[in-house]
């Protein structure tokens, strides 16, 4: 029972190099989320998509682009990376939107250092 | 709209006195409020969850929290802290606006002292 799976788990980048992170649930959700954790700042949504090839703005969205071809798959690109992305990512994925009524699941997050 | 406050940002407590930390909330609606914890360099668990049914929601590991309308809060609590509980906990509100999506709170980091 896998639940929600990111990779990778660690990454160092350059400022300017671009990466993707990719999440993969096998729970059926039709939502998920990708979620950037900061010291003192709680989780702060990036983008989220409410189903395959859907995906919509969050609270910080800009310097991140996403993609949802899949159902079970979330992937967050940096296109450009910059030091202020370095962070704690994590992804999610629930039964309805938003965790209404219903619990998020998280992966176990991808710790992003840029330098 | 929604919101989340989290009134401590750091609890310290002695292993087996009880934990309380403090979550207030603000909603327009009938919230479905929840509490996670996050063990370091981990993911976030769901530890309980309150969806308009019982006040008192009981959770894993002994803890519990009470929904207060009144006072818009759902603070957590335990009878007896160990050592296992020391992480960092979130308080989520999701009232179906903010296009759908949850509210986190700051986090509140608990300590437990031997």
């Known amino acids: 029972n896998a639940g929600v799976t990111q990779t990778p788990k660690f990454r160092v980048l350059k400022t300017g190099q671009s990466m993707t992170l990719l999440c993969a649930q096998d729970m059926n959700h039709e939502y998920m989320y990708w979620y950037r954790q900061d010291p003192g700042m709680g989780l702060r949504l990036i983008h989220y998509?409410?189903?395959?090839?859907?995906?919509a703005k969050g609270e910080v969205p800009d310097g991140y682009n996403v993609s949802r071809l899949k159902k079970q798959n979330f992937l967050l690109g940096l296109e450009s990376a910059a030091p202020s992305q370095t962070s704690v990512y994590f992804c999610?994925?629930?039964?309805?939107?938003?965790?209404?009524?219903?619990?998020?699941?998280f992966g176990q997050g991808t710790r992003l250092t840029v330098v | 709209a929604q919101s989340v406050t989290q009134l401590d940002s750091h609890v310290s407590v002695s292993e087996g006195t009880p934990v309380l930390l403090r979550c207030n909330y603000s909603s327009s609606y009938s919230p479905s409020l929840f509490w996670y914890v996050q063990h370091p360099n981990k993911g976030l668990q769901l530890l309980l969850k309150?969806?308009?049914?019982?006040?008192l929601v009981k959770g894993i590991n002994g803890f519990e929290a009470e929904f207060k309308k009144s006072e818009t809060s759902f603070h957590l609590t335990k009878p007896s802290a160990h050592m296992s509980d020391a992480a960092e906990y979130f308080c989520v509100v999701s009232d179906g606006t903010n296009a759908g999506k949850s509210t986190f709170g700051d986090g509140t980091t608990l300590t437990v002292k031997p």
């Open positions: 999610a994925s629930s039964y309805s939107l938003g965790g209404l009524n219903t619990e998020a699941f």
């Open positions: 998509s409410v189903g395959e090839g859907t995906t």
């Open positions: 309150y969806t308009s049914a019982a006040t």
